[in-house]
C-alpha cells in the first residue's frame, strides 16, 4: 500500500513540477519565428552606415555621437541580448524585459534620426540617418511590437 502512496506523491511533485514551469515560460510557436528574423535583420541593420561612413557597431563604440549611440547600446542590449535570451530560456519576465526595453529604444531611434536630421543645424556628424539606422529602427518596432504580444498573451 505505502509503495502506492509513493508512488502517488511521485506523481504529484511532477505534476507540480511542470505546472510550475509552464507558469514561467512562454510558448513562442510562429511568433519566436518571426522575432529570430528581426533579430537578424537588426543585427544587419549593426553592419549597414548610420551616421556618415560610421556603421552601427562602430556608432555603438562611440563613434558618430551621443544620441546615435544611446540607440546603438539600447538596440543591441535589448533588440539582440535580450532577444535572444528571451529565445532560448522562453522565460516570461524576458519577454516584458524585450517589450518595454524595446519601446525605449524605439523613442531612442526616433531621437537618434530626429538628432541626424537636423545635424546640419548644430554641425554634429552626420548628413543625415544612414540607411543601417533606418533599418534598425524599423526592426526595434516590430520587435517591440512582437515582445509586446507575447507578453500579454500570457495575462
Same mark, same amino acid.
Given at each position: ?9 511521485? +506523481?504529484a511533485a511532477?505534476v507540480d513540477?511542470? !505546472? @510550475?514551469?509552464?507558469?514561467?515560460? &512562454? ?10 528574423? &528581426? &533579430? ?6 549593426q553592419l +549597414?552606415?548610420? !551616421? ?16 546615435? =549611440?544611446?540607440? /546603438?547600446?539600447?538596440?543591441? +542590449?535589448?533588440?539582440? !541580448? *535580450? ?15 524585450? *517589450? ?11 531621437? /537618434?534620426?530626429?538628432?541626424? =536630421? @537636423? ?25 517591440? *511590437? @512582437? ?9
Amino acid at each position: 500500500m505505502s509503495d502506492h502512496g509513493n508512488e502517488l506523491n511521485r +506523481l504529484a511533485a511532477d505534476v507540480d513540477e511542470a !505546472v @510550475s514551469k509552464a507558469a514561467r515560460t &512562454v510558448e513562442l510557436g510562429r511568433r519566436g519565428f518571426l522575432i529570430s528574423l &528581426v &533579430v537578424f535583420v537588426l543585427i544587419i541593420g549593426q553592419l +549597414l552606415p548610420w !551616421v556618415g561612413r560610421h556603421t552601427g557597431w562602430q556608432v555603438l563604440f562611440g563613434q558618430g555621437g551621443a544620441i546615435p =549611440q544611446l540607440f /546603438a547600446v539600447t538596440s543591441t +542590449l535589448f533588440g539582440v !541580448v *535580450a532577444s535572444v535570451l528571451a529565445l532560448t530560456t522562453r522565460r516570461w519576465w524576458l519577454t516584458w524585459v524585450c *517589450a518595454m526595453g524595446g519601446w525605449f529604444a524605439s523613442v531612442d531611434g526616433l531621437l /537618434a534620426v530626429w538628432s541626424q =536630421q @537636423s545635424s546640419g543645424a548644430n554641425n554634429a556628424a552626420g548628413n543625415g540617418p544612414g540607411i543601417g539606422m533606418l533599418v534598425a529602427l524599423a526592426a526595434m518596432i516590430v520587435l517591440a *511590437a @512582437s515582445w509586446m504580444r507575447t507578453a500579454w498573451s500570457r495575462t
